[in-house]
């Protein structure tokens, strides 16, 4: 089977963003159509709830975060710098064992965003050799 693709599972319509809704892309949906896909949603592999206070990261990117020089905080200024760090580390640890070399992934998030921002999960896979496309 040839390798897959890991892909925001809420652009696949899971309803696991922070708001406890989905960004169903149709366009993504029609491009995947045929190809093996892994869906994951980050803050979910890392233990947060849906729905969840938003979240923003703060003093860097998500490599700064990675490297412990930011972190990721609610609205509120609950840190859940740990939680984003580990559905990062999940997400990469389902790349590799699945052999995904590819993602699509969610849009301005402070997980899987490539803009404006680097998310968290985008730096790791990035760190982890995938190649990256955003998408919602």
Excluded: H, N, W
């Excluded at 169903?24 to 029609?30: I, K, T, Y």
């Excluded at 905080?73 to 740990?82: F, I, L, N």
């Excluded at 760090?85 to 070399?101: F, S």
């Amino acid at each position: 089977m040839a390798p897959g693709l890991l892909v925001s599972a809420c652009l696949l319509g899971a309803a696991c963003r922070y708001d406890g809704g989905s960004r169903l892309d149709p366009e993504v949906l029609a491009a995947l159509a045929g190809r093996r896909v892994v869906p994951v949603c980050p803050e979910q592999l890392g233990g947060l709830a849906t729905p969840r206070p938003a979240a923003a990261l703060e003093g860097g990117d998500g490599l700064a975060v990675i490297e412990g020089r930011a972190a990721v905080r609610t609205v509120a200024g609950q840190d859940v710098t740990a939680q984003f760090l580990r559905g990062a580390e999940e997400a990469a640890r389902l790349a590799r064992r699945l052999g995904v070399a590819r993602a699509v992934l969610k849009a301005r998030s402070p997980s899987c965003g490539l803009t404006p921002v680097l998310g968290v999960t985008a730096a790791r896979l990035l760190l982890e050799g995938l190649e990256i496309e955003e998408a919602g």
